[in-house]
């Protein structure tokens, strides 16, 4: 037990011998209120003698204590100090005529029997290394052991641990004013801070290729020695055996209680800015990788840092955004080993017992990964700050004029329609897609085992509850998978449905209006287009409520039922029709395989903000499309604008040619490229059009001095000016869909993509070993195993005729070929009947064929030739 502790017992049972607990009825023999008080003829030195005794056998102690006692007056010789702090001969009577303290009286009995070292208010470098080479000198490691428990436990010891130095003409040395004396507190002690963070251990924003503009205020006046402290910690990790670990671990588990204490009810970090040291230090110890500190120090110290405040919580993102990759990186394996070794260790009790989102340790974890996370943005590559704001102006104009779409004819809440942001990424003005390259990869914040074991309907349940006592997951995405972030976002669209639905039912039942539970189109499928964008018009113009309800699609002489799978074949052939080049809404460049919007399309914005529609209405629907879209739509639909990085994915030729350009490094710019401030492109006939990027351009020439600006307004035109009307229309109709899901919050514009185009994957072993078999199949069958053989044979083309036959679609779900959940059942005997299926279900009805040969040729003829629906 620690010296202190043992200090304040000892103490309580001497009170308990001398004054009693006040209680007239105690039973407690070793009190001097009870009755049958053993020990009243006893002098005082006798009395704590026997109070050390009671300390050691761990009597019970009474409830109630005195706060002061009765000692002999300051000229008694009874106890003083010299005689060297020994107690006097039992026989002396002390003298009662003063009051003191009874702390100062026993704590100097209890010095005569517990054995004591010097008090370290604080540790340097220098003194970690002093008392590392005085332990070596007797070969015991005792006063390290104590010095580290003592420092580590204590808030205000850590805090003026470890501080820079800076030197001052009028001190002889460069050195922390000592704070050892007795009566001095830890905010008393006069210490030197260093105006500038230290350049070795912070990252400086020259490794960054852009500057981030989103950080308010880089934080420049640390006062921690970071690199003294890293070496500290070597010197100590070069000790074997790491003697000082169990002392360090008891420490540090004092220390979160502490500081959990100081954060919720001391308003710690803005009392002392210097507390944000503790956390620094903590997070800079090697061996919080340990087993012994993932199972008894970390969980806690995170659980006590997840109460930081916003603000302090935005204060250690900026300090941490400045850190190296490697120790950024290596915070984040901790927390990702304790998190694991959480998940692992809890296995057979999650989802019965209790729920991951129960467990302090991982829930502490995952808040403290939330500050790296913002961190690691922070410290990335990130937009400009000039693109950013004018990010945000455009985004604010969009949402001013978001209650007009549709030439006038209906409105939106403009509440609704603006993103939920998380209030972290507010307080720092952060987001993932502002972030073009972070400093760790976003992947790396993922934990696989945790994504295994959660239940998303649980953790939505939380989401929902919005209680400070309920942790979700959900607003701690990042480290989700894409496919648990779906299925966030399905139980929330199905949630919506209903309630779609309710208020469908609640209008038939009050007003009398036919029920319209559903957003149900009846197309034609050789008119597809038409019918469904002058059906989904009447919607959007009546009550765009509607678009939330559930869809429904029926074609015209088909007696398909809609589960799902009517849906699919319906938006595959949508996105047929739309992507035409001949209806000329879209360019295709062959070079990059990707379509773009035309600027001189002769549609009406009516038509673009309908195509806005179905691609929100597939999102919502959990419909997979074949659609090409350069990567800079998606982050387009976020509010972001286009830039050189967009264009080299969707454009690569030109994008080069542009940057060749700006690497040009002689002044012959003119006489080399000929070029002015004008644009040259071609219209949906072939006609050559011209367009000044800045005006009277056609007669300015691009030279050595502006050929930056050339470029921007280049890029600017072709990837956001161009197309502003169309793409605002379009982006007009998504939102209609979606401005009130968790989209933007749960997706960065990488994740959108692939919720729309689905994986790229196309794994069909994953796909086997998912499969289940029904009406006699079994995995073992001659059938399947034949089915399967000639399935793996076939050519990428055959395989996605293959989806498109059993799902409806030949994309490939979020999450891979096993989140499918295909049924192979068996549909009769030996027969010439060819394979069908539900493709509402993912059912595919196989007769039992007798030959390999046989099932190869039917289920060929199947995938390739089979169109429509009809009931079986």
Not at 271 to 281: A, C, E, K, S
Not at 363 to 378: C, D, F, R, S, T
Not at 437 to 450: G, Q, T
Not at 768 to 776: F, I, K, P, R, S
Request: hydrophobic letters at 35%; charged letters at 25%; a negative charge.
């Amino acid at each position: 037990m620690k010296r202190a502790a043992a200090k304040q017992l000892i103490e309580r049972y001497y009170y308990q011998l001398t004054n009693g607990c006040g209680d007239t009825n105690c039973r407690n023999a070793y009190c001097s209120s009870c009755p049958e008080f053993c020990f009243r003829q006893a002098d005082r030195n006798s009395l704590a003698l026997r109070a050390i005794d009671l300390f050691r056998t761990k009597v019970k102690l009474c409830d109630y204590q005195p706060n002061k006692l009765r000692r002999p007056s300051q000229d008694s010789d009874e106890f003083s100090g010299k005689n060297g702090g020994e107690l006097k001969t039992k026989g002396d009577k002390p003298s009662t005529s003063s009051t003191i303290d009874a702390e100062t009286y026993v704590s100097n009995i209890v010095s005569a029997f517990v054995p004591s070292v010097s008090k370290v208010t604080y540790l340097t470098e220098e003194k970690v290394y002093s008392i590392i080479d005085d332990c070596k000198a007797v070969d015991d490691w005792s006063k390290l052991i104590h010095t580290i428990g003592s420092v580590f436990n204590s808030p205000d010891s850590l805090i003026l641990s470890f501080r820079k130095i800076v030197n001052d003409k009028n001190r002889k040395s460069p050195t922390i004013a000592d704070s050892s004396t007795k009566d001095a507190s830890p905010q008393s002690v006069e210490m030197d801070v260093a105006e500038k963070s230290d350049t070795e251990s912070m990252k400086s924003d020259s490794e960054c290729d852009v500057p981030s503009p989103v950080r308010k205020k880089l934080v420049t006046n640390i006062t921690l020695d970071i690199e003294g402290l890293r070496r500290c910690f070597e010197r100590l990790m070069d000790i074997p055996g790491h003697p000082f670990q169990s002392a360090l671990i008891n420490a540090l588990r004092s220390l979160s209680k502490a500081v959990e204490m100081d954060i919720k009810y001391h308003n710690a970090l803005k009392r002392d800015p210097n507390y944000i040291n503790v956390f620094l230090i903590v997070f800079e110890i090697p061996l919080l990788h340990s087993p012994e500190f993932i199972e008894h120090a970390f969980p806690v110290f995170c659980r006590a840092l997840g109460h930081l405040s916003l603000d302090g919580q935005a204060l250690l993102a900026r300090v941490l955004s400045e850190y190296p990759i490697n120790r950024l990186r290596e915070m984040l394996q901790a927390l990702q080993q304790l998190v694991t070794v959480k998940v692992i260790n809890g296995d057979g009790q999650w989802g019965q017992q209790c729920q991951l989102n129960d467990d302090d340790g991982i829930g502490g974890a995952a808040k403290v990964m939330k500050i790296l996370y913002y961190a690691n943005i922070l410290g990335g590559k990130c937009n400009s700050s000039e693109l950013v704001e004018e990010e945000k102006r455009l985004e604010t104009l969009e949402s001013q004029e978001s209650h007009e779409f549709l030439q006038g004819a209906v409105s939106l809440d403009k509440e609704l329609y603006q993103a939920k942001d998380d209030p972290l990424a507010k307080e720092l003005s952060a987001r993932a897609s502002d972030c073009r390259e972070p400093l760790i990869p976003f992947e790396e914040f993922v934990n696989e085992p945790l994504n295994d074991y959660i239940d998303i309907s649980t953790d939505y349940a939380y989401y929902r509850a919005e209680s400070d006592l309920k942790f979700s997951f959900v607003t701690h995405n990042f480290i989700l998978t894409t496919a648990s972030k779906h299925m966030t976002m399905y139980f929330d669209n199905r949630i919506r449905m209903l309630n779609e639905r309710r208020t469908s039912f609640l209008q038939t039942i009050i007003h009398g209006a036919p029920p319209m539970p559903y957003l149900k189109l009846c197309v034609r499928r050789n008119h597809v287009i038409e019918d469904a964008l002058i059906s989904l018009e009447m919607f959007a113009m009546q009550n765009p409520n509607d678009l939330k309800k559930q869809l429904f699609v029926e074609f015209d002489g088909e007696q398909g039922l809609d589960e799902g799978g009517v849906s699919k074949e319906f938006f595959q052939l949508v996105v047929e029709k739309l992507f035409n080049p001949d209806i000329g809404m879209f360019t295709h460049n062959e070079e990059s395989n990707l379509y773009w919007f035309n600027p001189t399309s002769f549609e009406n914005d009516g038509q673009f903000t309908l195509i806005g529609i179905m691609l929100g209405l597939a999102i919502y629907n959990s419909c997979i499309l074949d659609v090409h879209f350069p990567m800079v739509v998606y982050r387009k639909l976020m509010g972001k604008i286009g830039t050189m990085e967009d264009l080299h994915e969707f454009d690569p030729t030109l994008a080069n040619s542009l940057q060749h350009i700006l690497d040009y490094k002689d002044d012959d710019v003119e006489d080399v490229f000929l070029m002015n401030f004008h644009v040259s492109y071609h219209d949906v006939f072939g006609n050559n059009l011209t367009t000044d990027l800045k005006p009277n351009g056609s007669s300015i020439p691009v030279t050595a001095s502006n050929k930056q600006e050339f470029v921007k307004l280049y890029i600017d035109f072709l990837l956001n000016k161009s197309i502003e009307r169309q793409f605002k229309a379009f982006k007009r109709g998504f939102n209609m869909v979606t401005n009130e899901s968790p989209l933007r919050m749960l997706f960065r514009p990488d994740e959108i993509e692939l919720l729309v185009c689905g994986s790229k994957v196309l794994d069909f072993n994953a796909l086997e070993e998912a499969t289940e078999y029904d009406n006699g199949f079994t995995a073992q069958s001659t059938t399947i195993r034949n089915f399967w053989e000639i399935v793996h044979a076939f050519p990428e083309t055959e395989k996605r005729k293959l989806l498109q036959f059993t799902t409806g679609t030949d994309r490939v779900p979020v999450g891979g070929l096993s989140k499918l959940k295909l049924t192979i059942a068996k549909n009769g005997p030996d027969s010439d009947r060819l394979p069908t299926s539900h493709t509402c279900f993912n059912v595919l009805l196989l007769p039992d064929y007798d030959s390999k040969t046989k099932l190869e040729e039917r289920l060929l003829k199947a995938i390739t030739y089979s169109k429509g629906f009809g009931m079986l």
